[in-house]
């Protein structure tokens, strides 16, 4: 079993800053790519930003320049800095992780989801 615990969310102003955390662990041999999505109210679930084990990193257009995703390999954390916050970027944000077990299966886990809402 794998778990992925997010936190940080919350309740902000627009144009403040949050910092979005997610811890893997269980039966973990290795993760390969981590990353965040997003889904509003009503919408589907994109994808806001993804870092792979070697640190290269990608972003959806819509938070390039704002949000900066790092991981922690050590501690099997990522992390999601989200700066310039606008009312756009409220949803429940999804940590995601393709990890590799103890036992050599492929699985991909999902976090809990955390709220993030940001206000006028």
């Known amino acids: 079993q794998v778990q992925l615990v997010e936190s940080g969310g919350g309740l902000v102003q627009a144009g403040g800053s949050l910092r979005l955390s997610c811890a893997a662990s269980?039966?973990?041999?290795?993760?390969?790519?981590m990353g965040w999505y997003r889904q509003a109210p009503g919408k589907e679930r994109e994808s806001v930003a993804i870092?792979?084990?070697?640190?290269?990193?990608h972003y959806a257009d819509s938070v390039k320049g704002r949000f900066t995703i790092s991981r922690d390999n050590a501690k099997n954390t990522v992390y999601l800095q989200m700066n310039s916050l606008k009312l756009e970027d409220t949803a429940v944000y999804y940590c995601?992780?393709?990890?590799?077990?103890?036992?050599?299966?492929?699985?991909?886990?999902w976090g809990q989801g955390t709220q993030v809402t940001v206000s006028s």
């Open positions: 995601n992780a393709d990890v590799y077990t103890v036992a050599r299966v492929r699985r991909t886990s």
């Open positions: 870092i792979t084990n070697g640190g290269s990193t």
């Open positions: 269980g039966s973990i041999f290795s993760i390969n790519t």
